[in-house]
């Protein structure tokens, strides 16, 4: 049985438009209970219509979408960010990135450091006692 033409599965609208990278990765987030629909937890198989919205969360982000085109095939990314309206909350980055911090004499040696290595290992050593 063929859904009818304005509507489609949930797992295969969700890979069509590129939320996620695989139809599994869709099917696997459905079955988790990491897809709603309207608010309401769904299944792989459930139908989406036009004016739907559909929250997902994935790697610690949650994507919330309004369908306004329904797919079935996967299309490309310009044409996929077409089919829907994104109200998700803005990624949150941190201005200022983490600097690593060494302190002298921990971790690699410098090249000051290897030059008076160099110098210790190629001095003559004592005769050993008898």
């Known amino acids: 049985m063929t859904p009818p033409e304005d509507s489609a599965r949930a797992d295969t609208w969700i890979w069509c438009v590129r939320l996620v990278k695989t139809r599994s990765q869709a099917t696997d987030a459905c079955r988790a209970g990491h897809v709603r629909l309207n608010g309401e937890r769904i299944k792989p198989a459930h139908l989406v219509h036009a004016g ?5 969360r994935l790697a610690g982000r949650e994507r919330i979408v309004v369908i306004t085109k329904v797919l079935r095939n996967r299309v490309g990314a310009p044409v996929a960010a077409e089919c ?3 109200h998700s909350p803005p ?3 941190d201005p200022t990135p983490a600097v690593a911090v060494r302190d002298r004499g921990s971790g690699r040696p410098t090249k000051r450091d290897r030059r008076i290595l160099e110098r210790l290992r190629d001095q003559p050593r004592p005769p050993a006692p008898p």
Do not use: A, C, W, Y
Not at 52 to 56: K, M, Q, V
């Open 52 to 56: 739907d919205e559909i929250r997902l």
């Open 84 to 86: 829907f309206v994104d």
């Open 91 to 93: 990624v949150l980055r």
